[in-house]
């Protein structure tokens, strides 16, 4: 997605430690015209699939989301990281490491918000080690619902994450895929 | 506004210690068109406010501050509870404490995204004893902004957070204000 790509190398910046920082546009400040035509473009890629929902992980990914999900028409549902005092009854629970905060997380979901019939699309900001992912797609297999795909907005090509859930063959879309990074540059894969 | 209180009576469960499930709508299942009449009628409320910014706090906000950022055509900025390796440079911070999780939080913003030429509308999913509305309000102050007043979508109107922010003389404007509840009934203020 060529106006993504262009956003980031005109805003993204580089830090030690393979970070890439978008956070005056993505995920701390969010250029909600921006992400409108990332919503737009994720159901231009997906708009041959059946979604009934799309889910998510608290917090960076929830935005996004529920800006796509106006493009579906569907309702979005966001796991959450760690155990919330109002979330009774039973849920589907798995762990993922964060990357970013160098901790392990419980994620939850509510049983009553997926189940056999639904028809799933995840979202997310960011993928790198695919740990978020992994986590979500574990609680869709969980389920008993089809997933039908992942929509991603910045991949790190050069991590492994990626590479692992294509190999699932599951169909990922990432919008930009960074196949290398420095302080000097920033190469997308084609 | 009527389509929520409807919504609420519908949907919402209430649960021993003043709490209000609203789950299957509005924060962990999240119904995109009720959000987006949410947002409709923020800027109904607040349209002679000359707003630049959205400010909001994750993760439950984010999603509604999104779609209602629509209607504005201005960015969000959500500050974030704990520390992030991935933020650095100077921060706003301060502490709330949360009545769900029973806990204090440490909640950051980058100062780059929130300054003094800023006209900032608050938006959150809840206010019961205002902590988080409290600490977004600190932030503004910081940041030298001026705040236009903040957007609730549901207000416990029987704890202390609403009054205590009407007679900070901030312009509140709570979408259902619940004056009291209990196992067989839900009395909203008029």
Known sequence: MQLLKDRILKDGIVKPGNILKV???LNHQMD?????????????RFSDCPITKILTIEASGIGIACITAQYFNVPVVFAKKAQSLNLDGEMYITKIESFTH????DVILSKK?????DH???????LANGCA??????????SGATLEGAGIVIEKGFQ??????????????????????????LVFRD
């Open 23 to 25: 956070d005056s546009f």
């Open 32 to 44: 909600i015209t921006l992400i409108n035509e990332i919503g737009k473009e994720f159901k231009r």
């Open 133 to 142: 992912l992994l986590g979500l797609i574990d609680i869709v297999r969980e």
């Open 120 to 126: 799933v699309l995840l979202i997310d900001d960011f």
């Open 102 to 105: 160098k901790k392990v997380y």
């Open 160 to 185: 492994k994450g990626g590479q692992q859930i294509r190999d699932m063959g599951i169909r990922l879309e990432s919008l930009a895929i960074i196949d290398s990074m420095s302080d000097n540059s």
């Open 113 to 117: 918000f997926l189940g056999p019939d």
